[in-house]
């Protein structure tokens, strides 16, 4: 008996091998990244301290051939609960999940997934860990993953062009975003527009952004200033040297507070796949009230796969 149940055990794992090797010939990809580590917070008036998932995911990725010179590709990205406790709202929750095709004629794609203006005008300052983009954050113009979209984007030698619209998305309803970035050597200039149908709020007007970014050896910076109709506008910067990094972000709104948030952080290589990341920041509602200032200390292990 010991012997069938080894023979058979012996064939599963032969049979899972030859599938997942005929995906990685097919372009399939799994990946993931575990991120747990521990949280300290204290607005003057009360602190605490806990452990916490920062952001773990696993995705699935893949492209063929379909025709000379045309590729379809899909993925998906979900956020993982580490904690039993979080599962009351499912262990997972989507981060991406689109579909597409790619050629000569650039990519298009369709479904949840960053879009043109991130691209354009939020990723280069969206650096840090946790603490990035302050400042537009306050402001209302970082639109991280957003859904039920169309994007489509292309290159011409150096300069990047893309657009995105929307048909029925939950919160920018049929709104749009158009946006462009130019490769200058060390530098990368991005630009960008959106014209949000806000289904969450009045329709406060138009967001602009302007946006610089780059490396230079183990040095990076970023740099993003948004604009927000009859609302404000905001300043983002980022700062990197060999793994640690400042981050600076600031709104002044049109109500007449200026929200303020500044970050320093490193993360520590430990193995080909391992990490540590160790994070300070405070954020400063401008509210004058007892608790308007924050202070986080953040650490955190990270393993990818």
């Given at each position: 008996m010991k012997l069938k149940n080894l023979t058979i055990a012996i064939a599963m794992a032969t049979l899972t091998a030859t599938y997942f090797a005929a995906q990685a010939e097919d372009g399939t990809s799994f990946y993931g990244s575990?991120?747990?580590?521990?949280?300290?917070?204290?607005?003057?008036?009360?602190?605490?301290?806990?452990?916490?998932?920062?952001?773990?995911?696993?995705?699935?990725?893949?492209?063929?051939?379909?025709?000379?010179?045309?590729?379809?590709?899909?993925?998906y990205e979900f956020g993982v609960d580490t904690d039993p406790d979080d599962n009351a709202n499912g262990a997972l929750s989507t981060r991406k999940a689109y579909v597409g095709l790619k050629g000569g004629f650039?990519?298009?794609?369709?479904?949840?997934?960053?879009?043109?203006?991130?691209?354009?005008?939020?990723?280069?300052?969206?650096?840090?860990?946790?603490?990035?983009?302050?400042?537009?954050?306050?402001?209302?113009?970082?639109?991280?993953?957003?859904?039920?979209?169309?994007?489509?984007?292309?290159?011409?030698s150096k300069v990047n062009i893309g657009a995105t619209i929307y048909q029925g998305e939950e919160k920018y309803n049929d709104g749009?975003?158009?946006?462009?970035?130019f490769d200058a050597g060390p530098v990368k200039l991005g630009i960008g527009y959106k014209d949000p149908d806000d289904n969450t709020?009045?329709?406060?007007?138009?967001?602009?952004?302007?946006?610089?970014?780059?490396?230079?050896?183990?040095?990076?910076?970023?740099?993003?200033?948004?604009?927000?109709?009859?609302v404000g506008n905001s300043i983002d910067l980022h700062l990197g040297y060999a793994g640690a990094y400042v981050a600076y972000g600031q709104a002044d709104l049109d109500a007449g507070n200026k929200p303020t948030t500044i970050a320093a952080g490193y993360t520590l290589?430990?193995?080909?796949?391992?990490?540590?990341?160790?994070?300070a920041s405070q954020s400063d509602n401008d509210l004058g009230a007892d608790n308007s200032e924050v202070t986080k200390l953040k650490a955190a292990l990270k393993y990818d796969f």
């Amino acid at each position: 008996m010991k012997l069938k149940n080894l023979t058979i055990a012996i064939a599963m794992a032969t049979l899972t091998a030859t599938y997942f090797a005929a995906q990685a010939e097919d372009g399939t990809s799994f990946y993931g990244s575990v991120r747990i580590g521990i949280n300290n917070t204290d607005d003057g008036v009360t602190s605490s301290t806990k452990f916490q998932n920062w952001n773990s995911r696993m995705g699935f990725k893949a492209e063929t051939e379909v025709a000379d010179g045309l590729k379809g590709f899909g993925h998906y990205e979900f956020g993982v609960d580490t904690d039993p406790d979080d599962n009351a709202n499912g262990a997972l929750s989507t981060r991406k999940a689109y579909v597409g095709l790619k050629g000569g004629f650039g990519r298009v794609r369709i479904g949840q997934d960053y879009h043109t203006f991130y691209n354009t005008v939020i990723a280069p300052a969206d650096i840090a860990w946790d603490a990035s983009s302050g400042g537009n954050g306050a402001l209302g113009t970082y639109t991280g993953r957003t859904g039920e979209a169309l994007t489509y984007d292309t290159t011409f030698s150096k300069v990047n062009i893309g657009a995105t619209i929307y048909q029925g998305e939950e919160k920018y309803n049929d709104g749009y975003e158009l946006g462009a970035s130019f490769d200058a050597g060390p530098v990368k200039l991005g630009i960008g527009y959106k014209d949000p149908d806000d289904n969450t709020a009045a329709d406060t007007g138009k967001i602009y952004g302007v946006s610089a970014g780059g490396k230079v050896g183990p040095a990076e910076y970023g740099f993003a200033y948004t604009d927000y109709d009859k609302v404000g506008n905001s300043i983002d910067l980022h700062l990197g040297y060999a793994g640690a990094y400042v981050a600076y972000g600031q709104a002044d709104l049109d109500a007449g507070n200026k929200p303020t948030t500044i970050a320093a952080g490193y993360t520590l290589p430990i193995g080909k796949k391992t990490s540590a990341w160790f994070e300070a920041s405070q954020s400063d509602n401008d509210l004058g009230a007892d608790n308007s200032e924050v202070t986080k200390l953040k650490a955190a292990l990270k393993y990818d796969f």
